[in-house]
């Protein structure tokens, strides 16, 4: 979980970067490129804390 949390959380400042440069050049960015960078980084924060607490549960059980 917190691998695909960081690759998501990459990618989608990766979105966020095009669909900024894009605007500053006067273009738009596709409607996927937008999504991933709209709703990508709240997933990837999701993923990673649940993975976070998986980890205290876990380290809790022990």
Known sequence: MTAAGA????VSL???GVTLGLAAGG???PG???GLA??????????MGAA???AVLDR???
């Not at 709209?38 to 993923?47: C, E, Q, R, S």
């Open 52 to 54: 976070l607490a998986a």
């Open 38 to 47: 709209l709703y990508g980084l709240p997933v990837a924060f999701i993923l």
């Open 60 to 62: 809790r059980r022990r």
């Open 32 to 34: 996927w490129v937008g």
């Open 7 to 10: 690759v998501l959380a990459v």
């Open 27 to 29: 273009g738009r960015a």
């Open 14 to 16: 990766v979105a966020w």
